[in-house]
């Protein structure tokens, strides 16, 4: 019987290695480290409502010192940074999509717009007294405002929201860190609150339905209860 023997195999060459993809462990590593930001925990000052879940790389950034972006990452986290803050701003959306047009979109934009003049405030250094009670009393009243599915008019709605962003604002420009740009910082705390107004429209929006109504007048009462708990705090 012949023997029939087949040439040894030769080992790839070293143009068709590479086109095999590899990842080294060093890598994989970095990969890791830049998708762990899109699911960040986001601090909430005092430690007693826990944490904050949200799906947004920017709000692990919050309070950090200067870096490249000057204060704009820093002041995206910011209103995150504060369930007090949260509750007010997604309350100014729940409460806008409740109302109607124009509401709807005119008390988010009056808030931002009222907030970054209270930011100036703080800026500066100007003192407003009682801040971290107006801002707790901000809850209370949207909340009982949504609970109540209370309509006003346009004007006192906007009076109503634009004195409390007033509140909002000044904690926040009082809280930038040194260094930081102070436009930078306005800039992005004024989108990161839009951001939470938008969520609180989203919401809101399933006011149109009977069953939906009642849901939000149940939002309204946790917005509420929620800064009757902030307003203890502050009273404490």
Known sequence: MTDIRLPPSRPPSRSARG???RMSPRNLLAVLVLLAPMTALAHVEG????GLVLVAPMTALAHVEGGAAGGFLSGMGHPVSGLDHVLAMVAVGLWGAQLGAPAIWLLPVAFPLMMAFGG???LTGIELPAVELGIALSAVILGALILG???L?????LLIVGFFAVFHG???GAEMSPGQSAILY?????IATGLLHAAGIGVGLIHRWDTGRVALRGAGAVVMAGGAFFLWNALA
């Open 19 to 21: 086109h095999q993809p």
């Open 170 to 172: 000044h904690a926040h």
């Open 186 to 190: 306005s800039i992005g705390f004024v």
């Open 149 to 151: 599915a209370i309509r």
């Open 120 to 122: 100036l405030l703080g």
């Open 153 to 157: 008019p346009i004007a006192a709605a």
């Open 47 to 50: 430690g007693a409502a826990g």
